[in-house]
T-cell receptor, first 111, second 111 residues
Framework: GIQVEQSPPDLILQEGANSTLRCNFS?????LQWFHQNPWGQLINLFY???GTKQNGRLSATTVATERYSLLYISSSQTTDSGVYFC?????????????FGTGTRLKVLA | DAGVIQSPRHEVTEMGQEVTLRCKPI?????LFWYRQTMMRGLELLIY????????DSGMPEDRFSAKMPNASFSTLKIQPSEPRDSAVYFC?????????FGPGTRLTVL
């Protein structure tokens, strides 16, 4: 089946630093989302981005569907950015849509 | 809107007991998803509904799990009988089209 791999698995940053998180997927997908799971467990959607680039404040994301990867950029990181970042893909296979989450990148931002 | 509502937030039960998790999606959303999150397996899709109809239940681990969506504003996930390996956080999410919005989750502990 499709593989969704995220890197790095863990990341520690000093407040104010920038970072890039990567999501690779092994097959063509219909759409892709990025989520942030905060330390309290709440999953918050950040971007719906099947292709192209989007920006929202200090966060931006780029998906290159033809090369099967997506990047999430965090600029000027803050302690509230800590948590786990997931990418999730939707693909059509075997007559139905499948939704698969990556393994996540655990981010800790230090004050 | 109050967002996706799940109940209970925490459930502790003994092996062999029946467990029912409940979800109220965001009004107007036509898709509803049930996920399970564990340390070992990450986030897994169990089942999803579109317009109250189950579309793909291939993620349901076994016959002990069942899900229903009797109307557009309510869904249940039932485990009978429960086992210790069912301990996890169960999330419900709803979607108007492509973007999924998650509830706060139900933390289930089976002793």
């Amino acid at each position: 089946g499709i593989q969704v791999e995220q890197s790095p698995p863990d990341l520690i940053l000093q407040e104010g630093a920038n970072s890039t998180l990567r999501c690779n997927f092994s097959d063509s997908v219909n759409n892709l989302q990025w989520f942030h799971q905060n330390p309290w467990g709440q999953l918050i959607n950040l971007f719906y981005i099947p292709s192209g680039t989007k920006q929202n404040g200090r966060l931006s994301a780029t998906t290159v569907a033809t090369e099967r990867y997506s990047l999430l950029y965090i600029s000027s990181s803050q302690t509230t950015d800590s948590g786990v970042y997931f990418c999730a893909v939707e693909l059509w296979t075997s007559g139905t849509y499948k939704y698969i989450f990556g393994t996540g990148t655990r981010l800790k931002v230090l004050a | 809107d109050a967002g996706v509502i799940q109940s209970p937030r925490h459930e502790v039960t003994e092996m062999g007991q029946e467990v029912t998790l409940r979800c109220k999606p965001i009004s107007g959303h036509n898709s509803l998803f049930w996920y399970r999150q564990t340390m070992m397996r990450g986030l897994e899709l169990l089942i999803y509904f579109n317009n109250n109809v189950p579309i793909d239940d291939s993620g349901m681990p076994e016959d002990r799990f069942s899900a229903k969506m009797p109307n557009a504003s309510f869904s249940t996930l039932k485990i009978q009988p429960s086992e210790p390996r069912d301990s996890a956080v169960y999330f419900c999410a709803s979607s108007p089209s492509y973007t999924q919005y998650f509830g706060p989750g139900t933390r289930l502990t089976v002793l």
